[in-house]
């Protein structure tokens, strides 16, 4: 673990996977929670906890470094299902790239359960976890100056749903009509860490 400052009242913890960063994200939510740890913001990443907000970030630092985090507890999640078109333009090169038929690409992705590790890029854009390793595919050598709302894409071990038309370049093998992200809602991101999210196949147009 590696815990840096970040100006005068914030933190940033650096761990070596996304199972350290969720675990961490955990118990510093627990500490929280039950008035331990006062702090305005805990925002996890890939492999990062920002904390913001903190009143003695020193003392914090030093008790993060001197301390073990306790794995991560199951989690009670909520679940989103977001309805899907495999549709999308590089759903053959993907299929070329796992080695199977662009079918057998939706049957995949549809029967996995995924779940929001962080939020991050664009409002309402969240980093889904969930398809095996061998299944992680490259972002695309020329990425897209346009990529439409809806859109379901893969990039390394992440699936992500752009919640608004947006530079990428992620591979697009399908497209959803769910708004990810609504001003007027509460809350405005269908999406949070922790979400459970499943992908229930459509109609192709």
């Known amino acids: ?19 350290e960063a969720r675990a961490l994200h955990a118990e510093l939510l627990r500490r929280r929670a039950e008035g331990a740890l006062s702090v305005r913001e805990i925002v996890p ?30 989690r009670e999640r909520e679940s989103v299902e977001l309805p899907v078109r495999y549709d999308g333009p590089d759903l053959a090169d993907v299929a070329a790239h ?11 992705h549809a029967d996995t ?13 969240g980093y889904l976890t969930g398809l095996p390793q061998h299944y992680d595919v490259p972002r695309r050598a020329t990425p897209r100056t346009s990529v439409p709302a809806g859109a379901v894409a893969l990039a390394g071990p992440y699936t ?3 919640p608004r038309s947006s530079p990428g370049g992620w591979q697009l093998i399908g497209s959803t009509d769910t708004v ?17 999210v499943r992908f229930v196949p459509v109609g192709s147009s």
């Open 1 to 19: 673990m590696r815990v840096l400052p970040v100006g005068d009242d914030a933190l940033l913890v650096e761990v070596s996977s996304g199972e």
């Open 45 to 74: 990443a890939a492999r990062t906890v920002l904390l913001d907000g903190l009143t003695d970030p020193a003392r914090l630092a030093t008790e993060l470094t001197t301390s073990e985090v306790p794995p991560a507890p199951p």
């Open 98 to 108: 796992w080695g199977v038929s662009p079918e057998e690409v939706a049957r995949i």
């Open 113 to 125: 359960e995924f779940s929001v590790a962080f939020c991050g890029f664009a409002p309402g854009f």
């Open 160 to 162: 992500g749903v752009y």
């Open 180 to 196: 990810l992200w609504d001003h007027t809602r509460v809350p405005a991101a269908l999406l949070s860490p922790g979400t459970r």
